[in-house]
T-cell receptor
């Protein structure tokens, strides 16, 4: 069965600094991988997804993620963080949306 | 489009009471989902539907029921509320385009069972 680990429960970065959120997965085949963002009191919003092809995926709001099969990772990056990026970020893996597993989330705090 | 809407936003139930969480989408999506999110955890799938009249269990279906009589609506029913069902419930719908599926989430319903 698939599983997802987000090793960092909480990360704090300064505004303008770069960001990397880690995601490791366990899955027997080529996975579908997703990153979602959740602002306080809101539902999840899809940032980006990987199904196949180019392993570097571009998403919305300036985010990107790289699929590394050898490391079973799908880390999320942003070169320069804005205060509005403060939120909870979830990584998810699965063969389809009706069989996805979500990580526990990483809470991002942005310092002025 | 209003997207995915959920009602109520917040509800307190007593143990043993029943209630229905409403979910409606106006995007003509075939696929709809119900998730629960417990504190400090990711989402877990309760039930899903691939079209009107078709529903199936997800990872944590016990204690819940669903129906899908129309494309737009996907209500979630709790028959005998238990404290373990205290959670935030998210409804989602999805569009399949060129073999890829993108989910759209509602704002959530916060449920407290006492």
């Amino acid at each position: 069965a698939q599983s997802v680990t987000q090793p960092d429960i909480h990360i704090t970065v300064s505004e303008g600094a770069s960001l990397e959120l880690r995601c490791n997965y366990s899955y027997g085949a080529t996975p579908y991988l997703f990153w979602y963002v959740q602002s306080p009191g809101q539902g999840l919003q899809l940032l980006l997804k990987y199904f196949s092809g180019d392993t570097l995926v571009q998403g919305i709001k300036g985010f990107e993620a790289e699929f590394k099969r050898s490391q079973s990772s799908f880390n999320l990056r942003k070169p320069s963080v804005h205060w509005s990026d403060a939120a909870e970020y979830f990584c998810a893996v699965g063969p389809s949306n009706n069989d996805m597993r979500f990580g526990a989330g990483t809470r991002l705090t942005v310092k002025p | 489009n209003a997207g995915v809407t959920q009602t109520p936003k917040f509800r307190i139930l007593k143990i043993g009471q029943s209630m229905t969480l409403q979910c409606t989408q106006d995007m003509n999506h075939n696929y709809m989902y119900w998730y629960r999110q417990d504190p400090g955890m990711g989402l877990k799938l309760i039930y899903y539907s691939v079209g009107a009249g078709i529903t199936d269990k997800g990872e944590v279906p016990n204690g819940y029921n669903v129906s899908r009589s129309t494309t737009e609506d996907f209500p979630l029913r709790l028959e005998l509320a238990a404290p373990s069902q205290t959670s935030v419930y998210f409804c989602a719908s999805s569009l399949v385009r060129e073999g890829q599926e993108t989910q759209y989430f509602g704002p959530g319903t916060r449920l407290l069972v006492l």
